[in-house]
């Protein structure tokens, strides 16, 4: 229980990657709430014992972002703030216009800046706090047909290494977790897409999608969240401005 009496946020909670963070925070000892735009798949990981509360909210509207914050904090405030909430769209270049880049920026990268704007005040009075980022494998090197998502991802990362800096006496760590493909709905929908779009068979589309990882699979939530864990338990306070690799070693 090395979070015990710690209060954490996690958005994007309520399912994949996210629920496995809440879950794994929870075991810990921490008292979990999550933020997402699914108010059934929220409650439902509350019902099932991942986190302890919820709020329905969209992390690219900052006035929500900093409402349910407010509301889920109480006099407390968070000790941890985990900005998991993303998405990705995929296209060539030339097909991807201003709009779609936009649109990664916002909840990618203007999502996190939301959530770390409401969670970091109380941090810093406290003295004490961690912000964490899941980004992604995309946030260090490029793929194609994802430009705007990497590009997304790639801010993302730049965002941690600055902040890091500014609060590097604070007593408040920021980073970055980065996989690679994980075991989520957001890729099971990637296949689904690849399969429509070229006939392939969906075992076809999977060898394709984790051809670059040399342990040949996909990444599970949960080694995602055990990353999450070590950045925000005892041991970790030199940590800062890092982005960890979870992608079985393709880079």
């Given at each position: 229980?090395?979070?015990?009496?710690?209060?954490?946020?996690?958005?994007?909670?309520?399912?994949?990657?996210?629920?496995?963070?809440?879950?794994?925070?929870?075991?810990?000892?921490?008292?979990?709430?999550?933020?997402?735009?699914?108010?059934?798949?929220?409650?439902?990981?509350?019902?099932?014992?991942?986190?302890?509360?919820?709020?329905?909210?969209?992390?690219?509207?900052?006035?929500?972002?900093?409402?349910?914050?407010?509301?889920?904090?109480?006099?407390?405030?968070?000790?941890?703030?985990?900005?998991?909430?993303?998405?990705?769209?995929?296209?060539?270049?030339?097909?991807?216009?201003?709009?779609?880049?936009?649109?990664?920026?916002?909840?990618?990268?203007?999502?996190?800046?939301?959530?770390?704007?409401?969670?970091?005040?109380?941090?810093?009075?406290?003295?004490?706090?961690?912000?964490?980022?899941?980004?992604?494998?995309?946030?260090?090197?490029?793929?194609?047909?994802?430009?705007?998502?990497?590009?997304?991802?790639?801010?993302?990362?730049?965002?941690?290494?600055?902040?890091?800096?500014?609060?590097?006496?604070?007593?408040?760590?920021?980073n970055a977790v980065c996989p690679g493909y994980a075991d989520?709905?957001?890729?099971?929908?990637?296949?689904?897409?690849?399969?429509?779009?070229?006939?392939?068979?969906?075992?076809?589309?999977?060898?394709?999608?984790?051809?670059?990882?040399?342990?040949?699979?996909?990444?599970?939530?949960?080694?995602?969240?055990?990353?999450?864990?070590?950045?925000?338990?005892?041991?970790?306070?030199?940590?800062?401005?890092?982005?960890?690799?979870?992608?079985?070693?393709?880079?």
């Amino acid at each position: 229980m090395v979070l015990q009496g710690q209060h954490a946020l996690v958005t994007g909670g309520g399912r994949g990657i996210g629920r496995a963070i809440a879950q794994a925070l929870t075991g810990a000892g921490a008292q979990v709430a999550i933020l997402g735009r699914d108010e059934a798949a929220l409650r439902e990981a509350v019902t099932a014992g991942a986190a302890a509360d919820f709020a329905v909210c969209d992390v690219r509207d900052a006035a929500s972002v900093a409402e349910a914050v407010a509301k889920l904090a109480g006099d407390k405030g968070f000790d941890i703030a985990v900005a998991n909430a993303g998405a990705v769209e995929t296209g060539p270049f030339l097909r991807s216009d201003a709009e779609r880049f936009r649109r990664m920026l916002d909840i990618n990268l203007i999502g996190t800046v939301n959530l770390f704007h409401a969670a970091l005040p109380a941090m810093l009075e406290r003295r004490r706090g961690r912000l964490v980022a899941i980004a992604s494998t995309a946030g260090h090197r490029g793929y194609p047909y994802v430009s705007a998502y990497a590009a997304a991802k790639h801010a993302v990362l730049g965002l941690v290494k600055s902040l890091a800096l500014e609060t590097a006496r604070s007593g408040v760590t920021v980073n970055a977790v980065c996989p690679g493909y994980a075991d989520t709905d957001m890729v099971a929908s990637g296949l689904d897409a690849i399969v429509a779009k070229t006939g392939k068979s969906r075992e076809q589309a999977m060898a394709e999608m984790v051809r670059d990882n040399p342990q040949g699979r996909l990444i599970a939530p949960e080694e995602v969240a055990a990353s999450v864990l070590y950045l925000c338990g005892p041991g970790s306070d030199a940590v800062t401005g890092q982005s960890l690799l979870i992608n079985g070693g393709e880079f």
